[in-house]
T-cell receptor, first 115, second 117 residues
Framework: AQKVTQAQTEISVVEKEDVTLDCVYE???????LFWYKQPPSGELVFLIR??????QNEISGRYSWNFQKSTSSFNFTITASQVVDSAVYFC????????????FGKGTTLSVSS | GAGVSQSPSNKVTEKGKDVELRCDPI?????LYWYRQSLGQGLEFLIY????????KSGLPSDRFSAERTGGSVSTLTIQRTQQEDSAVYLC???????????????FGEGSRLTVL
């Protein structure tokens, strides 16, 4: 069975600090997909990234970067030079490759960035 | 509309009453998901519809919960004989891909907040 663990419930940082959000997953499939979603205070979930299990290259998008390591079953998310607008709940999610498989989410990490 | 639309945005009901929550997905999206988000919890998968295939109901917490999708578009989530533990935000999402094996992006609605007194 697939499972996603986000051990950090809440993180508080001051603006301009770097912060890493951890995500550990479990799956028996060799082909799977990992995601990060952001849920700002407004409540609507926003897609950030999708990574398939065959692509272990790290990805950088502006201040965001993702580190995928199959050896440790982790898909961590780093925000560089955090800003107040980054304050949100961040969810990591996993989907196995079989079509029609639901996306399973972790419990989320609440990030608070203060000025 | 341009996005996933859910109604009502807020619903307060008394324990034991039935409620219906509606989701209008993005036009043309074949996949539709319902999730539940309780305070301090993650997103709990409830049910998934894909085209004309039988829905994946594996996440429904009890037989008081049911959902249907008419004409491959609008979906209704029904909770019968509501209990206080049903209080949560119910989120609907749609996707243009048959699962998450292609683009993988789910577009979420703003949710329906259900409070059972």
């Amino acid at each position: 069975a697939q499972k996603v663990t986000q051990a950090q419930t809440e993180i508080s940082v001051v603006e301009k600090e770097d912060v890493t959000l951890d995500c550990v997953y479990e799956t028996r499939d060799t082909t799977y997909y990992l995601f990060w979603y952001k849920q700002p205070p407004s409540g609507e979930l926003v897609f950030l990234i999708r990574r398939n299990s065959f692509d272990e290259q790290n990805e950088i998008s502006g201040r965001y970067s993702w580190n995928f390591q199959k050896s440790t079953s982790s898909f961590n998310f780093t925000i560089t030079a955090s800003q107040v607008v980054d304050s949100a709940v961040y969810f990591c999610a996993l989907s196995e490759a079989q079509a029609g498989t639901a996306l399973i989410f972790g419990k989320g990490t609440t990030l608070s960035v203060s000025s | 509309g341009a996005g996933v639309s859910q109604s009502p945005s807020n619903k307060v009901t008394e324990k034991g009453k039935d409620v219906e929550l509606r989701c209008d997905p993005i036009s043309g999206h074949t996949a539709l998901y319902w999730y539940r988000q309780s305070l301090g919890q993650g997103l709990e998968f409830l049910i998934y519809f894909q085209g004309n295939s039988a829905p994946d109901k594996s996440g429904l917490p009890s037989d008081r919960f049911s959902a249907e999708r008419t004409g491959g578009s609008v979906s209704t989530l029904t909770i019968q004989r509501t209990q206080q533990e049903d209080s949560a935000v119910y989120l609907c999402a749609s996707s243009s891909s048959p699962g998450t094996s292609t683009t993988g992006e789910l577009f979420f609605g703003e949710g329906s907040r259900l409070t059972v007194l």
